[in-house]
């Protein structure tokens, strides 16, 4: 349930940094050399590292919670 929330946020924040990373490379456009505005290959390579440091901040915390006892945890201050 954690990491699917989480996900879901993710899902929304690549989305719209996609979109805003598009219109940004359309405004500077005169200062990309030796690149297209819209490169396939540095928008996969983000979005790919972006969703892999995601899915591990969700992911870890999740992992180390379901290992704790649940009377252990409702005992605890």
Do not use: H
């Not at 879901?8 to 456009?29: D, F, K, S, W």
């Amino acid at each position: 349930m954690i990491v699917g929330q989480g996900l879901t946020l993710t899902a929304l924040g690549l989305t719209l940094g996609l979109a805003a990373g598009v219109v940004a490379a359309r405004a500077i456009r005169s200062l990309l050399f030796g690149v297209s505005e819209l490169d396939p290959i540095t928008y996969a390579g983000v979005l790919l590292l972006m969703l892999t440091v995601c899915v591990l901040a969700c992911w870890l915390p999740a992992l180390r919670a379901v290992r704790i006892e649940p009377s252990t945890a409702l005992r605890s201050e």
